[in-house]
């Protein structure tokens, strides 16, 4: 089996340093290729959302799919990988803002991505499609039903509250206490 | 002034370009929100996926 050299870029505002020179065949790539094209879209929406403007966010978008396929032989296999990159997006997003910090008090202090597998509790992102699914149902109508209208349908808050006759502001609070409630049958 | 009460507006793209500027400062600084808002995320990329039968 050929094997094919990837070099590692610096994390974004990082300044450099972490350099990792790693290997993955040529079919692992092409299984990455395919999950990026597929997951891209996803992902600069979420940027969208964390950054001020679309040039910003595709970085991000960039970055993330970068240290997604120098990681990839980590990702576990049968987990969900949308939820994978979103995180290494979202700790990428977060180590900028720490920088950002860091430089503004003009501290020495070294900002790097090395718990992007670490402390947080990836329940969330590893629990079976099925368990997910049962986890909706066990919502109430209520929620359940905004759930299923702002992920089925793709709705923001106002589409939503004027679909089903609700104020912005109630739309806000039952997806709230629905995700709190998911992430409290799922984390249990 | 941005509270963590705006965490799931913002991990929902649904805060207006002052309080997520505001929100976006409040992450460097607490402690709670970063973890939160990758929990918050990781959610919504999963639900995202809802009724996709190729996941």
Known sequence: MRHTRIRDQPPVGSGGGDRARLELDEEAIDAFREIAAAHAEYLHGIAVRFVRDRDTAKDLVQETLARGLVRFAQFKRGTNVRAWLTKILTRLFLDELKHEQVVAKAERELVTLEDIDGEIDDAVADVPDPVLWAAVELLGPELREIVEQRYVLALGYKQLADRLGIPVGTVGTRLMRAHARLRELLLR | ?55
């Open chain 2, 1 to 55: 002034m941005s509270t963590c009460e705006d965490l799931t507006k913002f991990a929902d793209g649904e805060l207006d370009p002052e309080r997520a500027a505001a929100f976006r400062e409040h992450l460097k600084t607490c402690e709670s929100c970063p973890d939160r808002l990758i929990e918050e995320v990781q959610l919504r990329a999963r639900l995202s996926e809802f009724g996709s039968s190729d996941v």
